[in-house]
């Protein structure tokens, strides 16, 4: 099988990057593993900037019929007292709100969408295991299908393939590791008609969580210390969910419904990205050029507006063949500022309030001085609005158009 472009991975990235370089009517092969989208504890925040994008997209009536949650005003608590983290009201742009949505409902709507475009191949359960190889070339890749193992050669192959890519790792790509203090338990608690809080994020001595409205449930993500997770499961889950029922009493009926460690995930937070992100032949992008730590939610985000730089860079050239290594690593200069800023702000973060949240004992938490003002100054609230909801440096859709036949 031959394409001018295969990406592997059919995330947030692949697929946006997919459907852009379809829409540009460049043959493209988007690989996917599973049989379909639907996997739990994926990332589900819709900032502005990718609801910008979909909007320029011709996409965004559609994606709005699906059913979401809408977040505007960021509010916590941190040790007791009622902290404002951001309001993306203040933010001059169309969509200023954060939608909750099931990833896969978003990935779908890709593929859906996706569909008119005869360029455009998505290939389910079918898992790139290798790369194929002419010289110090990637020609493309060696990949697992239902029927058997095929190779798709490719002008240009992209990693999509997540912060555990496969394909990064085959190509020898160096990750520089800048580390995280936590992991994360996800779960679900049941939510009763009418029971609604505006609380983002609790901050108590030696616990920190954090939990999403999702209309009929609650989705939470209780933060642990890094390496900590079989301490936490020695001390047993009734344990567990009375220390959350304590920080967030609004939870506690759904709790219930939390009946084994099966219903708790596992989320390793790494921080980190490729010193570079190509070969001759292979670009990689989104959690496979770098991972983000929750903080923000930003990573889907991120992801997308790679995908997007990577359409505008790249999409004209590929008309004609395989651009060169210095031009596919257009989109590493391109994207890596927004990436170490979006990084560096989550470390400072983690530094100031996570290990302060997460140190042992009982000690009386204080609200940092930065959150004392943020609160107290609204038009602050939009600053740190526009960090999480725009990022640093968004991306505009840029590439091409093929004409509609």
């Keep these: 099988m031959k394409t001018r472009c295969c990406i592997v991975g059919g995330g947030p990235a692949g697929m946006m990057l997919g459907y852009l370089l379809g829409r540009a009517g460049i043959d493209v092969v988007v690989l996917e593993k599973h049989a379909d989208f639907f996997r739990d504890f994926r990332g589900d925040t819709v900032h502005p900037s990718t609801l910008q994008v979909m909007d320029e997209l011709g996409l965004i009536d559609g994606f709005l019929k699906l059913p979401h949650q809408r977040l505007q005003k960021m509010a916590g608590m941190f040790g007791g007292e009622t902290v404002r983290l951001a309001d993306l009201g203040r933010l001059n742009v169309k969509y200023p709100f954060i939608a909750f949505m099931p990833q896969w409902d978003f990935l779908n709507f890709l593929r859906e969408s996706g ?11 079918t898992e790139a295991v290798d790369l194929l190889r002419d010289g110090e070339r990637i020609t493309g ?11 798709i050669e490719a002008d240009l192959t992209i990693a999509c393939d997540g912060r555990h890519s496969l394909v990064r790792e085959r190509a020898g790509l160096e ?23 505006n609380l983002f994020a609790r901050v108590d001595p030696g616990k920190m969580m954090v939990t999403f409205d999702r209309g009929d449930y609650w989705q939470c993500a209780f933060v642990i210390p890094k390496g900590q997770y079989e301490a936490v499961k020695a001390r047993g889950l009734p344990a567990l969910l009375d220390d959350i029922a304590r920080m967030a009493p609004i939870l506690k009926s759904g709790l219930s419904g939390v009946k084994g460690w099966d219903e708790v995930k596992l989320l390793t937070v790494a921080v980190n990205r490729l010193r570079r992100w190509t070969r001759p032949g292979l670009l990689c992008i989104g959690d496979a050029a770098h991972a983000m730590s929750p903080i923000g939610g930003v990573g889907v985000n991120l992801a997308v507006q790679d995908a997007v730089a990577a359409a505008n860079l790249l999409a004209a050239r590929l008309m004609s063949g395989c651009p060169s290594e210095d031009e596919l690593d257009a989109v590493r200069r391109r994207r890596e500022f927004p990436v170490k800023m979006t990084q560096r702000m989550q470390v400072v973060v983690q530094n100031n309030i996570v290990n302060a949240a997460l140190k042992p004992g009982n000690q009386p ?19 740190t609005a526009r960090f999480v909801g ?16």
């Excluded at 890749?141 to 190779?151: F, L, R």
């Excluded at 204080?366 to 939009?382: C, H, S």
């Design 115 to 125: 569909k008119r475009f005869a360029s455009l191949k998505v290939m389910m359960s």
């Design 390 to 405: 725009l990022g640093v440096r968004p991306e505009h859709v840029q590439s091409p158009r093929a004409p509609s036949p």
């Design 365 to 383: 938490l204080k609200v940092p001085l930065v959150m004392r003002l943020v609160t107290a100054v609204p038009w602050l609230q939009g600053i």
């Design 141 to 151: 890749v060696k990949a697992k299908t239902p029927d058997g193992v095929i190779d």
């Design 175 to 197: 990750v520089e590791e800048i580390g995280a203090p936590m992991d994360v338990l996800w779960f679900r608690a049941g939510k009763r008609d009418g029971e609604n809080e």
